[in-house]
């Protein structure tokens, strides 16, 4: 930290100490640049390269004679387990679960946020407390449980589908993927509403009582229209949070045609059989990597704060 | 019968009492102020009277209805916020408009409150902004055509210029002032700022920790405040509150005020209170408003009972339509007014005529005017 | 709010409106009936889970959950494997990687963050674009994170390759295929992932610093590292606290990036207690130890968080 700018007291031999010390900061962030941008350098340019020019070339050289058959090979040939038909299946996997997941702990969470600031009862904080808490544990706590419930669930299912025709959802690993997201996600949402909410003016819901407005329509009215930036945070780092969960995943559609794509990249990464195809691996990445590069780059600005306002509480 | 009726109304949170039995009434058209520090409660009583906030005990009437239990919208009431509340994502019109809404009033008939209401407070002009596109000014304006627009029993004002800046502030008091005398409705008006409760009431109800110390109307509050915390709350600059003794017996008693380095003074009281001969050569707290102790030529002149003592100035205020003169008596600094003309300088003796028709007496021990 | 329960009889007209009595109770109660559901879930998956989970690590689960209570088995041969260090146990491993990471993580990922938040707070030119770079492994799973550092330090491929081919043929780094330093390559992608977040944090922090203070200090005749050390660290303390909490909470939780980076590494030697947990309930039937294992990690994470939530949530009454 003595790098830092001084002001220029002895200015030898023509290069102030200031010039010097500009020279050393920038040079610093640029390394530190370098240091960041490089895996991910690495995963794009050999994505594009063919194996050939893999085994025999730098991992640093820009691709020869760039192909995008390596890509293709990853969305719709590759192996994941025995099933060679890319992973094209799985990122929709993925969206399937995703969207639904995002959508119903965000309003669940908005709803939440409304009543633990706006509708306040004896014992409000030791709800959130109890609900804020949630989001820290370590899963593994809770795994092997909701293992038990979810497999009950499924025999359940099984026997309506028996009976009616159908399981109404149960048993499907998508929908206990779902249903487990919305679950361990809603602490977290809780907690951006809940916050967001408390600097949100109560006088805005009082004029509203007495305008004669219902719980439901000052939600609906003074509320909702009105949180557009924190269902941006929200659903930003839901979605991030839910595509790139890999524990949860593993453990409750880890084979099988269920899989999200964080799992059947894992895997195709670590298959033992035949020649490794780096290429293809890295093409893969870079395709499970995509929406939640966009969205970064899109509103990095709300991911920022989604993350930050989930570090910082209070 | 009174119009607003409120009765031993006690509120709690847990073990804390926040307003401890508040008995108030006032005539329609009338104009309360609810006045007192911050943490006094008077936010909370509005709160109660506008069915924000339950009560614990007592009850509260408007035209002869009891309303403890209604909902704020059923109680004939409108409110306008310290923050005003504006909806910021309707436009003015919409914030207007919503109350009606709420009530399916068909949108016709919701145009013509609106355009009314605008008429009135000049803010046609406005209609379709954001509450975020208009200035400090503008928002208290369609806050109040919001409340003007429901035509209500009761208007409740919550600290409504208290985020104007001062020269608004005035402006707007005014305003508030003009539409209580034009549209004759009843008003319950919170404040923790002195002047507005004294220029804009017609009863003032002086609070703190959660009860009522006077109620009654500003003149009286002004004049004969009825102990130590009324006579320091209202006023500006405050009275002088010296300590002092009481000197002399029967009907010629006198009040004593100590001085640093100098003997005391002795005023002689023409008609003191009867309770004062109790406190013979007994410490009492001896209350005279700044205007009341001026140069001899300044002096109210058909003032019945004029002392007149030689005092230490020690600092000159000119404050443009007055001057303030500093000295010390009984310990403390207390404020004279003078002319803005007067020749007075810091660090001279000179006579101030004590107007002691206008003085009070406290009890220290109690803190309650001695009568 | 009008939900305080005191809204109850007070006066004997109240009883005379029953109907308008039982609308008005449910409106009242309408927040509590809306927040319940998500109360309840938490209560049930969260809590009542963590006591199954309890419940069990005091059993002698194998494959299957045996709800037959044997005492503290599990955690027994947990705390003998502790001491087995020659050759080690995978718990002794597994607490052992835990320490290193842990440390190694929470520490550099304090030092480089705060290090790049004071250099750009330099007054950078092209800050806008440098920020999101450092950031951006945040948006990353840690699958994807764990295969594009596994390509980049692959002896064969990698970095070592690279420098050969460069002419340093000397250069050697086989760490990731080294069972004495997989743990350490952990660590680089790790705080590769994390320390730009942190970084965001501290110059956050930086920014909220009253100017006034700083300037202050200069005419008080502070040089620029003086500055940092007596002034601007200190009034970031909140934020180091803040950083560690996450750090600490991110670090027990890793899992996936052991498993993408090394795949437990040679004989398991990269793994942390969220990998033993897994493998024992999941894959070497011993549900009992890996539930013990999940319960020792829940307390490691309470003790850390509890007082800070406490300390939250206490500083706003009401």
Known sequence: ?314 | MAFLEIDGLRKRFGSVEILKGIDLDLEKGGFLVLVGPSGCGKSTLLNTIAGLETITEGEIRVDGRTINDLHPSKRDIAMVFQSYALYPNMTVAGNIAFGMEMRGVPAQERQKAIDKVAKVLQIGHLLQRKPSQLSGGQRQRVAMGRALVRDPKLFLFDEPLSNLDAKLRVDMRIEIKRLHATTGTTIVYVTHDQIEAMTLATKIAVMRDGEVQQFGTPAEIYNNPTNLFVADFMGSPAMNLIPATIDGNGNALSVVLQREAREPISLRLADAPTGLSAFHSKPIIFGVRPEALTDPEGAERNASNIATADCHIEVVEPAGSDTFAVTNLGGKAVVARLRADANIQPGTVTPLAFNLTKAVFFDPATENRIV | MTTVATQIKLTPEHNARPRASVRSRLQDALPKIVLAPSFAITIVFVYGFILWTVYLSFTNSKTFPSYAISGPRAYQRLWRWTFESDPPSSWYTSITNMGIFGFLYIFICLALGLFLAILLDQKIRGEGMLRPIYLYPMALSFIVTGVAWKWFLDPGLGLEQTLHQWGWTSFHFDWIKNKDFVIYTVVIAGVWQASGFIMAMFLAGLRGIDGEIMKAAQIDGATTFQLYRRIVIPLLRPVFLSAFIVLAHLAIKSYDLVVALTSGGPGGSAWLPSNFMYEYTFKRNEMAVGSASAVIMLMTITAIIVPYLYSELRERPR
């Open chain 1, 1 to 314: 930290m003595s790098v830092i700018a001084t002001p220029a007291r002895q200015s030898t031999g023509g290069i102030s100490a200031r010039t010097v010390n500009r020279i050393v900061v920038y040079g610093l962030l640029a390394l530190f640049a370098l240091f960041y941008l490089m895996p991910l350098f690495v995963m794009l340019v050999t994505s594009f390269k063919t194996m050939d020019e893999i085994q025999n070339g730098n991992m640093l050289a820009l691709p020869q004679a760039p192909t995008f058959e390596p890509w293709l090979k990853a969305w719709g040939e590759t192996c994941v387990g025995l099933t060679c038909a890319g992973i094209k299946g799985y990122f929709w996997n993925s969206i399937k679960m995703v969207v639904p997941a995002v959508l119903i702990s965000t309003l669940l969470g908005a709803i939440n946020g409304y009543v633990l600031t706006k509708w306040r009862f004896r014992g409000h904080t030791v709800v959130f407390g109890l609900m804020l808490f949630a989001c820290f544990i370590p899963f593994q706590s809770v795994l092997l449980p909701m293992a038990t419930i979810l497999g009950s669930l499924g025999r359940f299912g099984v026997t309506l589908r028996n009976a009616t025709g159908f399981s109404f959802g149960l048993g499907n690993p998508t929908v206990n993927l779902v249903f487990v997201h919305v679950v361990y996600g809603l602490g977290f949402t809780t907690l951006f509403f809940r916050n967001y909410y408390e600097a949100f003016p109560t006088e805005l819901v009082k004029a509203a009582q007495v305008d004669g407005a219902s719980f439901f329509q000052i939600f609906r009215r003074i509320m909702l229209p009105n949180s557009m930036p924190i269902f941006v945070v929200t659903v930003i780092y839901q979605f991030t949070n839910i595509w790139n969960d890999f524990l949860f995943a593993s453990a409750y559609a880890g084979t099988g045609d269920a899989m999200p794509m964080t799992v059947a990249l894992n895997n195709v990464v670590n298959t033992s059989t035949g020649v490794v195809e780096y290429n293809v691996n890295m093409a893969a990445a870079m395709i499970a990597a995509l929406p939640t590069l966009l969205v970064y780059v899109v509103a990095g600005r709300y991911f920022v704060r989604g993350l930050m306002a989930g570090a910082v509480k209070g």
